[in-house]
């Protein structure tokens, strides 16, 4: 009898969340606005604000976006989903031109039937998109982490998953390509949460935000990063005789042509990057800058930025917090370790003399004291040294004149770091080798 008690007290407490969640909250009444396939549904609700509702969708999924009146504000607004909370943010890709507000998109490992919605300060019509990504997914023995081995030949194209593997199942994308010259690569990070460890089921998802409920012809990025290392890749040349990586994007503020989009999956706000996604970006950035002879650490012109860098990050070209703080602290690193790889590995040494900068720094290696000449005095001058990891050293420095600096160095460890220097007109660097 005392077990059957124990047992009884068990099945309550376990079934008390579902029966609170079935009891508490008005289920929130939808009128379907697209028509419904297995992997996509998109409807409508006349909602208050400050409001919770109880959301049991037809459809399971895997994913959710919402749209609300333009200049709605987000941040008040959380979803729960299997007694978790999860806020929802502005989305940062591409919306300057809509006519209405879109959130961000929130993915889940599994899929669910039902969530809870507060609204926070949106009311009135709120649209609700889904995405089950697991819907007619199909096993696939050769979709694993795709890592880098000591077979891997440097600077040639990257071991990766291919759209035709991890969209199999879905719908195709179907449109003519469209090529570009690449100049840029720009870094993003998808802003989804980190805490998700299915990387493909990530990449169906977004790829379904993209086409379904976007309305773009295909996912948005060349290329995805995994935090695990792994690669996808993005854009699909589909059988026509074109290379995906200048297939022309829908990433970057509108003005997709001359740049190739990577974005790292994950928030960056919030997380670090890891060394081995890190290591990914680095093998993607070597391979394309190698092929199309770019240097990483110089600048190029481009509608959104006329000194946008040639590996740089989304908010370089409008205003968004894409890539995140902290992978947009390591674009640095991201430079330094490319030029080091392309010269070090895929590029031989010039012949000639390479033309002479516009500043000289000397001695070179550097073994304690650094002097560095400008071609003409400037009072606005500032210094900086960064390492590989991004971060900006405070060291000691000497005014000379207002052309002259000298930059003490004992402290730094040995290794390659960037001298940046901002005047009134630019932003220069050179890497420099303190031995």
Not at 411 to 426: H, K, N, R, V, W
Request: hydrophobic share 35%; proline share 6%; net charge negative.
């Amino acid at each position: 009898m005392k077990k059957q008690l124990h047992l009884l007290t068990y099945l309550v407490a376990l079934l008390l969340p579902s029966i609170l969640w079935a009891q508490s909250y008005p289920k929130l009444s939808i009128t379907e606005t697209k028509p419904t396939t297995k992997y996509y549904h998109q409807s409508t609700a006349e909602v208050e604000a400050r409001k919770t509702y109880q959301i049991q969708p037809t459809l399971p999924f895997t994913g959710l976006s919402f749209r609300a009146d333009l200049g709605v504000a987000w941040t008040d607004m959380y979803v729960i989903v299997n007694q978790d909370t999860f806020r929802v943010q502005p989305e940062e890709h591409e919306t300057e031109d809509l006519p209405y507000s879109q959130s961000t998109l929130l993915v889940f490992d599994q899929p669910f039937q039902e969530f809870i919605l507060y609204t926070g300060e949106v009311k009135g019509k709120l649209t609700v998109s889904l995405f089950n990504a697991q819907a007619h997914k199909i096993p696939q023995p050769a979709l694993r982490q795709e890592r880098f081995t000591e077979d891997d030949l440097l600077c040639e194209k990257p071991t990766l998953i291919t759209q035709e593997e991890w969209r199999a199942g879905l719908p195709l994308p179907t449109y003519q390509r469209a090529t570009t010259q690449v100049n840029h690569v720009i870094i993003h990070h998808s802003a989804t949460f980190n805490s998700l460890t299915d990387y493909e089921n990530v990449v169906r998802n977004i790829y379904l935000f993209h086409t379904q409920d976007r309305g773009w012809s295909d996912i948005g990025y060349n290329f995805l990063v995994a935090p695990d290392g792994t690669l996808f890749e993005g854009r699909s040349a589909g059988g026509q005789n074109v290379a995906g990586d200048n297939i022309r994007g829908a990433h970057f503020c509108g003005r997709n042509s001359g740049t190739m989009g990577v974005c790292l999956l994950g928030n960056y706000n919030t997380a670090v990057p890891t060394d081995t996604a890190l290591a990914t970006i680095v093998r993607v950035t070597s391979w394309k800058l190698n092929k199309e002879d770019l240097d990483p650490l110089a600048t190029n012109s481009h509608p959104t930025n006329s000194n946008l860098g040639v590996i740089a990050g989304h908010r370089n070209g409008c205003a968004t917090e894409c890539p995140g703080e902290n992978l947009y602290a390591r674009l640095e690193f991201i430079r330094i370790s490319t030029e080091e790889q392309l010269a070090k590995e895929c590029r031989e040494e010039p012949e000639e003399p390479e033309e002479p900068q516009v500043f000289n720094i000397y001695p070179v290696p550097n073994d304690g004291t650094l002097t560095v000449s400008l071609p003409q005095p400037d009072s606005t001058v500032h210094l900086d040294i960064i390492d590989l990891q991004g971060r900006t050293l405070s060291l000691p420095v000497v005014i000379e004149d207002e052309d002259q600096f000298i930059v003490q160095t004992q402290l730094l460890p040995a290794g390659s770091y960037i001298l940046q220097i901002t005047t009134s007109q630019e932003v220069l660097t050179r890497k420099i080798l303190i031995e």
